[in-house]
């Protein structure tokens, strides 16, 4: 079997936070209420000059920094993302023009609502496997649109993750993904409109619980593993609290959630989300360990990855860019009124 | 006039039914009521249908001819009528099924009564349910029913002294009596300090006084007295059926503690029964609102006006009581699919007379009573029931 896997990662997230108290305040809403409903204490907030193209282009270079390879062999850039800076012109070539990719790059943007960034790794693992392409830059980055005062403002976040895909030098090697998709209509956003749109509870048991178990467990039966089998498991992170019962279903325990539960602190980057639970994992992986990894995107569907850490790990240069612990440390709070000039909610002619 | 008696009863699951459309909920109804009555398709004269609003809900309107379609009555070609108003749509079907065999125009009849509301999103249900209340002198200023049902609460508390607590007692024994109905919406205790600390809703109201957003369909067979020995041997007897409205409006009325409807409806249910409230053993009354309860209770004579509070808090309608009310759970813990709930009404009543239902079986139960409201209070049906 051909080793096919991540060979680098980068993460980033903004330094700004603000607290779930200084949203709940301006709403009138009891924030400790909000707190233990979502397990949901802080979320980052994008700078005004930071969008998914910077994120991914911060991502891409932490993941480039910890490795010797040219950026002229990646051959593909697939960036997944709900908040791609333009309705119509790619973020990929831009990330493709900063990192030196250009211009013989199969460039691509990807919208699956919070998932895209886990199909981006899968196409780049096909062109590595059928040997069209050398590199692939995968890549989930956002940041996320949330109306005022809407629930989902308590957790719609910003930041991004990159993995570059070979089969060289692998450091994580996919064993195999596969995906479970149906058209469940839990969350959306239509053309031209600033802010999404969801179901409610909804969203819950017929959308993200049924996707993402049925993926989970698809993987564990092609692989014929039980949950005891992995050392990590991740799954998309829209709050603190569904991934933990998410987890405890399939019968995973705490434990091996924990490294990877990065929503508490930072909300929901959406398709930055089981990506950078992702990076936080291989942050502090030894060879050997294996990991879950469940993308959930609404609409809906899943992508799981079983994924095995190589003996590679150890000849990799980890400390040449941040951990995504360093991330999460680097931080400035905000006030609501801060807040409110960044996300564009002020008016005035 | 001849008289009429349900022979049959079918209710489908209340709750978020993701996986259930309207056609499927009132075809699972009507076809558990035709079994359990025995019927055959052909033996059916006529069908009625109670749905608030199809329209703004699901985006279907036709509802008669939809009904009868869906449910395979189609090649009989029989007339099929959907009757509105609002949350009184399931109660005031009944009524004009029940008048349609009195007459002798119907032998056999289908009611039901079906609402499909969690396929619209967060407030687009409050928002097509606040059409139920006068658009031009209510809505349009932003009250909901919440709102208005909260003014009448806290007008209650003025006049007559009902605490917060007295309104949480309702909601505290309607979850009781839910968990015992495996049809409810919700299997779930709560208590007092429960409903108190529940986000609020409209002040004083929280989320915990009011009555849900529900999936769900209930259908009855009727058919005349003479003739329903042929289906059953248990058989409840339709005794009393009232009818009355009121102002839209909460500011038309005299008094906003006192629902002019429920009281006319019912003077004219206990006349024709010939009982008197105190003769009531069960009753499945309104509680779109914890407060509803209380007025309810009130205006049917149950209780003297302003003494409801303290009726609940002191166990007067608990499954034990002296007046056992809503022991389905009521429109708070069973679930409240708005054109659904007078018909799945008048079922927990027919199951409670005929002894069968269950855990929450009231004792020695052989005069059941039924109300249903529309609005907040414009339109009242109430009909008594009695085994025979």
Not at chain 1, 150 to 167: M, P, Q, R
Not at chain 1, 243 to 255: A, S
Not at chain 2, 228 to 245: E, F, H, L, M
């Amino acid at each position: 079997m051909m080793n096919i896997g991540i060979v680098s990662y980068g993460a980033y997230i903004p330094m700004n936070r603000i607290r779930i108290e200084e949203i709940a305040e301006t709403w009138g809403r009891n924030p400790d209420d909000i707190k233990k409903g979502l397990n949901v204490f802080e979320k980052t907030v994008p700078s005004p000059d930071e969008d998914t193209a910077t994120i991914s282009v911060t991502a891409s270079r932490y993941a480039l920094s910890r490795v010797n390879i040219d950026p002229k062999d990646i051959g593909a850039i697939f960036i997944g993302s709900e908040s791609h800076p333009y309705a119509v012109k790619p973020t990929s070539t831009i990330v493709g023009e900063a990192i030196s990719a250009v211009p013989e790059l199969m460039a691509a943007d990807y919208e699956f609502a919070c998932k895209a960034g886990t199909a981006a790794i899968q196409n780049c693992m096909a062109l590595v496997r059928s040997g069209m392409i050398r590199y692939g830059l995968a890549i989930g980055a956002d940041t996320a649109q949330s109306a005022p005062g809407d629930a989902l403002e308590y957790t719609a976040s910003a930041g991004g993750a990159a993995f570059i895909i070979g089969k060289e030098k692998v450091i994580a090697r996919i064993n195999c993904t596969c995906s479970f998709a149906t058209d469940t209509p839990d969350f959306w956003r239509r053309e031209a409109r600033k802010y999404p749109k969801h179901g409610g509870r909804f969203t819950g048991a017929p959308a993200y619980f049924r996707h993402i178990i049925g993926a989970a467990k698809l993987l564990m039966e092609k692989m014929k593993t039980k949950p005891e089998d992995y050392d990590y498991a991740i799954f998309h992170q829209p709050n603190g609290k569904f991934p933990v019962t998410v987890g405890k279903r399939l019968g995973f325990d705490r434990k091996q959630l924990e490294q990877g539960l990065l929503t508490p602190y930072i909300g929901n980057t959406y398709s930055g989300s089981s990506p950078l639970g992702l990076c936080s994992v291989l942050d502090v992986a030894k060879p050997g360990d294996r990991i879950l990894m469940v993308s959930y995107g609404s609409g809906a569907g899943s992508d799981a990855f079983d994924i095995t850490v190589t003996d590679e790990i150890e000849n990799f240069d980890r400390d040449k860019a941040p951990t995504v612990r360093e991330l999460m440390e680097r931080k400035r709070y905000i006030s609501y009124a801060i807040y409110a000039k960044y996300r564009n909610l002020l008016y005035w002619e | 006039m001849r008289d009429v008696a349900i022979i049959g009863v079918g209710i489908t699951k209340f709750g978020e039914l993701w996986d259930k459309s309207f056609r499927n909920l009132i075809s699972e109804a009507g076809t558990k009521a035709i079994l359990d009555a025995g019927i055959e398709g052909k033996d059916i004269d006529a069908l009625y249908v109670g749905s608030m609003s199809p329209g703004r809900f699901v985006g279907q309107e036709h509802i008669g001819a939809l009904v009868a379609d869906c449910s395979g009555l189609d090649t009989l070609h029989i007339p099929a009528t959907r009757i509105e108003g609002a949350c009184a749509s399931g109660g005031m079907a009944l009524r004009q099924a029940y008048i349609s065999v009195a007459s002798g125009i119907n032998d056999i009849v289908v009611v039901g009564g079906v609402e499909k509301m969690t396929d619209v999103v967060g407030g687009e249900a409050t928002n097509i349910l606040a059409m139920a209340a006068d658009q031009e002198w209510e809505a349009f200023f932003g009250v909901t029913f919440p709102g208005l049902y909260a003014m009448i609460a806290r007008r209650h508390m003025y006049e007559y002294g009902t605490t917060r607590e007295q309104m949480a007692e309702v909601a505290v024994k309607n979850h009781e009596n839910g968990l015992l109905n495996p049809n409810a919406h919700f299997h779930r205790k709560i208590t007092v300090e429960d409903v108190l600390n529940s986000p609020k809703v409209a002040d004083p109201l929280t989320l915990l006084d009011c009555s849900p957003i529900s999936d769900g369909a209930a259908a009855l067979i009727l058919a005349p007295l003479d003739e329903a020995r042929k289906y059953t041997d248990k058989i409840v007897k339709i005794i009393g059926s009232g009818q009355a409205s009121d102002s839209l409006a909460l500011h038309g009325r005299e008094d906003i503690c006192t629902l002019r409807a429920t009281v006319e409806a019912s003077k004219q249910a206990y006349k024709q029964a010939g009982i008197e409230p105190k003769d009531v053993d069960v009753a499945e009354v309104h509680d779109c609102f914890t407060i509803a309860e209380i007025l309810a209770i009130e205006d049917l004579g149950f209780v003297k006006k302003g003494e409801g509070g303290k009726a609940v808090e002191e166990g007067m309608t608990r499954l034990d009581g002296e007046i056992p009310v809503n022991p389905s759970g009521g429109l708070k813990a069973k679930g409240h699919p708005v054109g659904a709930t007078g018909i799945a009404q008048a079922a927990e009543i027919v199951l409670q007379l005929r002894g069968e239902a269950g855990k929450r079986q009231v004792k020695d139960a052989e005069i059941g009573l039924t109300h249903n409201i529309g609005g907040s209070g414009a339109s009242c049906v109430v009909h008594i029931m009695e085994v025979i």
